[in-house]
């Protein structure tokens, strides 16, 4: 444990699965050292999200945010009403550019119509797709390894539980926060106290801090940056599949650094069309299932026409 109460995994360890386990059942998040992801390759990600966010705003929403959840999500515009931490009424004071799998039209998704399939937006700024795509690729690789430890904390055979992320979904969010002022009411937030949705985040944050993790027992508490460290939570997605053993910790992000704050989260999700429920192997016996089944991009919708504008709207092809 370190001196915020966060755990510190090894990628590398031996003893990984267990120290996993451990995490996730006590706090639900994590940081990770000896990922196999070269620092060069986070440093250019950052460097693409701060000349992204540093371009004038007229630029930025030429790629808003559309129905496939993929653009420019401008400051303002984004609310967590679904949120059962908080009465959160203000939108959250950060912006960001999001993209997710990239899928063309012969991907299977796509032709099968599913939820938020789709091509992404791109800027018009050299190297930043490609990076970006690089990113995203180095990345799953991280997640697919947590994957496999996380199937065997939950008593589960690898190779089934991997099926759950063929075709996964995936998304990388470029975040921007600026500082918050010093007038701010108390309930205005970088980002509101939530939880993950999905199964895993992995999150590179930069030196100026402004993340804070809900402890068990000591209420909200910083996840202070960590050189050569991700931050790994646990998402809704996992929490089910765990019969509730494993937590999905809620988190928020308040600012008052008095610079800007960025940060890179990647989130790795089963396929939009898999159905979700406490898995066998953590069901013990005289104890039911605490949750019903639900399909992923069910769910989804719900918690994006919650937060959106652009899945709610009547013009959305794809709200419901």
């Given at each position: 444990m370190t001196d915020t109460e966060i755990p510190v995994l090894d990628a590398s360890s031996p003893d990984l699965v267990e120290a996993t386990l451990a995490a996730y059942q006590n706090v639900g998040f994590a940081y990770v050292e000896n990922f196999n992801i070269k620092p060069d390759l986070i440093?250019?990600?950052?460097?693409?999200?701060?000349?992204?966010?540093?371009?004038?705003?007229?630029?930025?929403?030429?790629?808003?945010?559309?129905?496939?959840?993929?653009?420019?999500?401008?400051?303002?515009?984004?609310?967590?009403?679904?949120?059962?931490?908080?009465?959160?009424?203000?939108?959250?004071?950060?912006?960001?550019?999001?993209?997710?799998?990239?899928?063309?039209?012969?991907?299977?998704?796509?032709?099968?119509?599913?939820?938020?399939?789709?091509?992404?937006q791109w800027p018009d700024l050299p190297g930043f797709r490609e990076t970006l795509l690089e990113y995203d690729r180095a990345m799953e690789q991280v997640a697919r390894q947590f994957m496999s430890v996380f199937a065997t904390c939950l008593n589960t055979d690898v190779a089934s539980f991997s099926s759950y992320f063929v075709r996964p979904t995936t998304w990388l969010r470029l975040l921007r926060y600026p500082?918050?002022?010093?007038?701010?009411?108390?309930?205005?937030?970088?980002?509101?106290?939530?939880?993950?949705?999905?199964?895993?985040?992995?999150?590179?944050?930069?030196?100026?801090?402004?993340?804070?993790?809900?402890?068990?027992?000591?209420?909200?508490?910083?996840?202070?940056?960590?050189v050569g460290a991700l931050v790994l939570n646990s998402g809704n997605m996992l929490h089910r599949w765990s019969n509730g053993r494993l937590?999905?910790?809620?988190?928020?992000?308040?600012?008052?650094?008095?610079?800007?704050?960025?940060?890179?989260?990647?989130?790795?999700?089963?396929?939009?069309?898999?159905?979700i429920a406490p898995l066998q192997g953590c069901?013990?016996?005289?104890?039911?299932?605490?949750?019903?089944?639900?399909?992923?991009?069910?769910?989804?919708?719900?918690?994006?026409e919650a937060a959106y504008d652009q899945h709610s709207a009547p013009t959305d092809p794809l709200a419901s």
């Open positions: 440093e250019r990600v950052f460097k693409m999200s701060m000349a992204f966010h540093a371009e004038p705003l007229a630029v930025k929403n030429e790629i808003a945010l559309d129905a496939l959840h993929r653009g420019f999500i401008a400051i303002d515009t984004s609310v967590d009403r679904n949120s059962t931490l908080a009465q959160v009424t203000r939108p959250n004071q950060s912006e960001s550019f999001m993209m997710m799998r990239e899928a063309g039209p012969g991907d299977p998704d796509v032709q099968a119509g599913a939820y938020l399939a789709g091509p992404n500082p918050a002022p010093s007038d701010a009411p108390d309930d205005s937030y970088g980002s509101a106290p939530h939880a993950d949705f999905g199964f895993i985040t992995l999150l590179a944050q930069d030196e100026t801090g402004g993340l804070q993790v809900q402890h068990p027992d000591k209420g909200w508490i910083d996840v202070p940056p960590r937590r999905s910790t809620p988190h928020r992000v308040v600012n008052q650094s008095g610079r800007e704050r960025y940060s890179c989260a990647y989130f790795f999700d089963p396929n939009v069309l898999k159905t069901i013990e016996p005289g104890q039911p299932p605490r949750f019903e089944p639900v399909r992923f991009d069910e769910y989804l919708r719900g918690e994006l």
